[in-house]
């Protein structure tokens, strides 16, 4: 059984920063790509930044330049670093990885989410 497991939310003023963790435990043989998502009620879950096991990034347009995302492969563990967080940017933030099990299979597993709020 694979289980992500995310901290690091809260609540901050606009301009403010906050630090998401997400890492994952189970039977991990290993991790491809890890990243994280964010999805408000009545929308679409969208992408906000990916990293592959390489290190290769890939960001939203909409926080590209504030946030960061980067992993830490020996703790199976991958943060996202919001800098000059806006209002627009509160919702609940999922992790997302795609694990290879030691059978040989690969799921993509979901974290429980974990919510942002930006006051202004």
């Known amino acids: 059984q694979v289980q992500l497991v995310e901290s690091g939310g809260g609540l901050v003023q606009a301009g403010g920063s906050l630090r998401l963790s997400c890492a994952a435990s189970?039977?991990?043989?290993?991790?491809?790509?890890m990243g994280w998502y964010r999805q408000s009620p009545g929308n679409q879950r969208e992408l906000v930044a990916t990293?592959?096991?390489?290190?290769?990034?890939n960001y939203a347009d909409s926080v590209k330049g504030r946030f960061t995302i980067s992993r830490d492969n020996a703790k199976n563990t991958v943060f996202l670093q919001m800098n000059s967080l806006k209002p627009e940017d509160t919702t609940v933030y999922y992790c997302?990885?795609?694990?290879?099990?030691?059978?040989?299979?690969?799921?993509?597993?979901w974290g429980q989410g974990t919510q942002v709020t930006v006051s202004s």
């Open positions: 990293i592959t096991n390489g290190g290769s990034t």
């Open positions: 189970g039977r991990i043989f290993s991790i491809n790509a």
């Open positions: 997302n990885a795609h694990i290879m099990s030691f059978s040989g299979a690969s799921n993509y597993y």
